[in-house]
């Protein structure tokens, strides 16, 4: 079969002929149609990751979408970050208890496109924000694959306004398009400037932060959080670090809460896939990206990673 394979960390995949896997107890075959190229992989492939150097070669690919005994799937792996192939071959050997069946209509690119991004968003929302209808958000970063479904999803669980953040013009223009009420720029670190902005865009207090930056924005948004607001933090993409002050933490009695999808159950994880596939499928929800094809992973690992990519790449397997 056709794969791509990482045979030196810190540099793209090479595509070739390998041998096709077998299932092995407890496995199912699956036929992969779409794999993104997500950060995890990226991060993964590196050799630099708080998972280890990776064993190579091997195939990345922490997601993907294929059909099993003719069935559309999503599938996880843990390639990367475990020994073992991941989602980026024409074929991939996964845990029969891990996959999860798509709904009638689900288009595999699209799915691929929102995958575990989508996943973080809704379940940062939901689960560990506690949104509920009638309530105010505020998503930063929200031109990046997480923030654009967050924008989408926020609206689906009744937010009454949804203002974006983001840094780049064309990151605000893909936050925008995702239906922002309002789209704030994130083009300094001044944290009172920041705040002064993101109040001006806000209707009152907001009730809730979604956060995959962390750092100055982080702080400036936990500013204009009303009293027991939250800020739920899912990255780190400005700073490790963020300049919250304690008065405001204090004085408004906020809670700041972390979360990661590793966290999640097998079953919380694929009733929030099926939900956004769900979602997908009825075309309320989707995110920018670009398909590519297999044979041209490497090119497509180079522009993921150096961030010139119209949003994500996905590769696709087959046809």
Same mark, same amino acid.
């Not at 609206?155 to 922002?180: F, H, I, T």
């Not at 700073?239 to 919250?244: A, Q």
């Not at 809670?255 to 009733?271: F, H, M, S, W």
């Not at 920018?288 to 590769?315: K, S």
């Given at each position: 079969?056709?794969?791509?394979?990482?045979? /030196?960390?810190?540099?793209?995949?090479?595509?070739?002929?390998?041998?096709?896997?077998?299932?092995?107890?407890?496995?199912?075959? /699956?036929?992969?149609?779409?794999?993104?190229?997500?950060?995890? *992989?990226?991060?993964? #492939?590196?050799?630099?990751?708080?998972?280890?150097?990776?064993?190579?070669?091997?195939?990345?690919?922490?997601?993907?979408?294929?059909? =099993?005994?003719?069935?559309?799937?999503?599938?996880?792996?843990?390639? %990367?970050?475990?020994?073992?192939?991941?989602?980026?071959?024409?074929?991939?050997?996964?845990?029969?208890?891990?996959?999860?069946?798509?709904?009638?209509?689900?288009?595999?690119?699209?799915?691929?496109?929102?995958?575990?991004?989508?996943?973080?968003?809704?379940?940062?929302?939901?689960?560990?924000? $506690?949104?509920?209808?009638?309530?105010?958000?505020?998503?930063?970063?929200?031109? %990046?694959?997480? %923030?654009?479904?967050?924008?989408?999803?926020?609206?689906?669980?009744?937010?009454? @306004?949804?203002?974006?953040?983001? !840094?780049?013009?064309?990151?605000?223009?893909?936050?925008?398009?995702?239906? =922002?009420?309002?789209?704030?720029?994130? *083009?300094? *670190?001044?944290?009172? /400037?920041?705040?002064? !902005?993101?109040?001006?865009?806000?209707?009152?207090?907001?009730?809730? /932060?979604? *956060?995959?930056?962390?750092?100055?924005?982080?702080?400036?948004?936990?500013?204009?959080? @009303?009293?027991?607001?939250?800020?739920?933090?899912?990255?780190?993409?400005?700073?490790?670090?963020?300049?919250?002050?304690?008065?405001?933490?204090?004085? !408004?009695?906020?809670?700041?809460?972390?979360?990661?999808?590793?966290?999640?159950?097998? $079953?919380? @994880?694929?009733?929030?896939?099926?939900?956004?596939?769900?979602? #997908?499928?009825?075309?309320?929800?989707?995110?920018?990206?670009?398909?590519?094809?297999?044979?041209?992973?490497?090119?497509?690992? !180079?522009?993921?990673? $150096?961030?010139?990519? $119209?949003?994500?790449?996905?590769?696709?397997?087959?046809?």
């Amino acid at each position: 079969m056709r794969a791509a394979r990482i045979e /030196v960390c810190g540099r793209p995949p090479v595509v070739g002929d390998v041998d096709a896997p077998a299932a092995g107890p407890g496995q199912t075959l /699956v036929r992969v149609l779409a794999a993104p190229i997500t950060p995890l *992989d990226l991060l993964c #492939a590196g050799g630099t990751s708080y998972f280890g150097t990776p064993a190579v070669p091997y195939v990345p690919g922490v997601q993907g979408v294929g059909t =099993a005994d003719g069935t559309p799937v999503w599938f996880p792996s843990s390639a %990367g970050m475990a020994p073992g192939d991941g989602s980026m071959a024409e074929l991939a050997a996964v845990p029969t208890e891990d996959l999860v069946e798509l709904p009638a209509g689900a288009a595999p690119l699209a799915v691929a496109a929102l995958g575990l991004s989508a996943v973080a968003a809704h379940m940062a929302l939901t689960w560990r924000g $506690e949104l509920t209808a009638g309530e105010q958000v505020i998503v930063l970063g929200a031109g %990046g694959v997480v %923030g654009q479904a967050a924008v989408q999803l926020a609206r689906l669980a009744g937010a009454r @306004r949804v203002v974006a953040a983001a !840094r780049s013009p064309r990151a605000r223009e893909r936050a925008e398009r995702a239906g =922002a009420d309002a789209v704030v720029a994130l *083009d300094t *670190d001044d944290v009172a /400037v920041l705040a002064a !902005r993101l109040s001006a865009a806000c209707d009152g207090p907001a009730d809730l /932060v979604l *956060d995959p930056l962390f750092g100055a924005p982080a702080a400036a948004a936990a500013r204009t959080l @009303r009293a027991g607001g939250r800020l739920v933090n899912l990255g780190s993409a400005a700073s490790e670090t963020c300049p919250l002050d304690s008065a405001t933490l204090r004085s !408004r009695s906020l809670r700041v809460l972390g979360y990661t999808n590793n966290e999640l159950t097998k $079953e919380q @994880r694929a009733a929030a896939v099926t939900l956004i596939a769900e979602q #997908a499928a009825l075309g309320r929800l989707a995110v920018a990206h670009e398909v590519m094809p297999l044979e041209d992973a490497a090119p497509a690992w !180079r522009r993921q990673a $150096e961030g010139t990519a $119209e949003g994500r790449i996905v590769l696709q397997v087959s046809a």
